[in-house]
């Protein structure tokens, strides 16, 4: 197995040991958890695929720490299809407990946790949206997770968008919509749908969806959503959707900011037993930047390496292992400050450039003219220019933050966190 370089040895690969199954849930024993994370990120989709084509039947796959001496490379026995039930296929280790909660997420957050406590009272619809990797889908596990400790019968369900198109379409060529529909209606106590935006342009879908939604909010039972954009913009949705999605709360998660990015690695490392130094979760933190996936990536690769190779868990280490994912010197120009100033205040770059002088607009545009300054060989008219501003405003702007920055703890962890993600 490899990954960005990184592999595996066969004798580690040999210590994933099938446990136990019992009520559609198969138990696999690694003798590391950091190679369990490696596994679940890569290949858990195709160890669940495999199962499942097994047994016929989609089947919930957990992970187990074991000893090496009780590893022992064989399949495990699948029962019949007649003898499973549908899984709900939660990751137990996606819980409120484990979630970092910060600035970047704190509403949706808590939302989340309304719902777990009052399923189908609380924000009926949740629709949660954000980029890639910034922990949706562990609001959707954590939600399912916190129903079934306090309610073990609740009947949650776990599935992508993609997942419910393929049964939709697999129930009505198999003349199955009774059981589909009963399925997620009847059934269903707790729908938990990821990645709701691929619904965009698949009419029968959204057709069927569409009632599904309508039986269960009827019937008060919970629907938490995430997307990675908001209704509005997903291309191809039915405005009849739009407005039910818009019927609960619609709330953001963005990318966290440097204190939260130490904050998850310390908490990722404890929770596998590693004791991660300081100084190597603020490298990692300082150069991986993104999203929650790729930096608990990077960290599962540094600790696999340190794990593999006896070398010290050191910041040293961490920068040799990953320089093929760290930034290179950027030289940077007006335009690239402005796409990253704009995004980190969720902006258009246009409004950078325009008159609107409300508030936040106006002081991300001076943060801008702040970073171009300090950050570019540009002069005054030269900036004035990239914002359609003259070389006065550019000056008088330049100024204020610079004044600001001393005594606004608030700026300088913007000004920090920009810098960070301009590579300064």
């Known amino acids: 197995m490899r990954k960005e370089g990184l592999s595996y040895p066969a004798s ?25 994370d490696f596994v679940d990120e890569n290949y858990g989709a195709l160890v669940a695929e495999t199962l499942a084509r097994l047994a016929g039947h989609a089947v919930k796959v957990r992970y187990q720490k074991i000893d090496k001496a009780e590893a022992r490379p064989v399949l495990p ?14 990751n137990e280790r996606f819980t409120f407990a484990t979630y970092v909660v910060s600035d970047s997420n704190q509403l949706p957050a808590a939302a989340a946790m309304a719902v777990a406590d009052n399923p189908g009272k609380a924000y009926n619809p949740l629709f949660i949206y954000g980029g890639t990797g910034l922990g949706k889908t562990h609001l959707l596990h ?28 697999e129930s009505v060529r198999e003349s199955r919509m009774t059981e589909f529909r009963r399925r997620f209606r009847e059934e269903c106590d707790v729908l938990l749908i990821d990645d709701i ?22 019937m008060s039972k919970a629907v938490v959503m995430t997307s990675d954009t908001v209704p509005s913009e ?28 130490v904050a998850i690695l310390k908490n990722k490392a404890q929770a596998d037993q590693i004791d991660l130094p300081d100084a190597v979760a603020q490298f990692i933190a300082r150069h991986v930047v993104n999203n ?26 961490a920068a040799q292992v990953l320089k093929d994912v760290l930034p290179a010197t950027k030289h940077l120009d007006a335009e690239q400050i402005q796409r990253e100033v704009a995004r980190y205040y969720k902006l258009a770059v246009d409004e950078l450039r325009g008159e609107r002088r409300v508030k936040h607009v106006s002081h991300a545009r001076q943060v801008a003219m702040y970073l171009v300054r300090t950050m570019t060989q540009a002069s005054l008219p030269e900036i004035g220019k990239k914002f359609n501003k003259d070389h006065s405003t550019v000056l008088t702007s330049v100024r204020k933050i610079e004044a600001l920055k001393h005594s606004d703890a608030q700026l300088q962890l913007e000004l920090g966190e920009l810098s960070t993600r301009l590579g300064s």
Do not use: C, W
């Open 12 to 36: 580690q690969l040999e210590l994933f040991t099938p446990l136990s199954y019992r009520d559609g849930e198969v138990t696999l024993g690694v003798v590391d958890l950091f190679f369990r």
């Open 77 to 90: 026995v699948v029962p019949p299809v007649n003898q499973l039930r549908q899984p709900e296929r939660l």
């Open 142 to 169: 954590a939600v399912g997770n916190h129903v079934k400790s306090k309610r073990p019968d609740a009947r949650v369900l776990y599935l992508s968008s993609e997942e419910f198109t393929n049964q939709f379409i």
């Open 197 to 218: 935006q691929f619904l965009g342009k698949k009419q029968e879908t959204q057709n069927e969806f569409f009632y599904t939604f309508n039986a269960l909010h009827q």
């Open 234 to 261: 997903i291309p191809g949705l039915e405005e009849r959707l739009r407005s039910r999605f818009a019927m609960g709360l619609i709330t953001d998660v963005h990318e966290p900011n440097f204190e939260a990015r």
């Open 292 to 317: 929650v996936r790729e930096l608990e990536g990077a960290l599962i690769k540094v600790i696999a390496v340190h794990a593999l190779t006896k070398q010290p868990l050191t910041d040293a280490l």
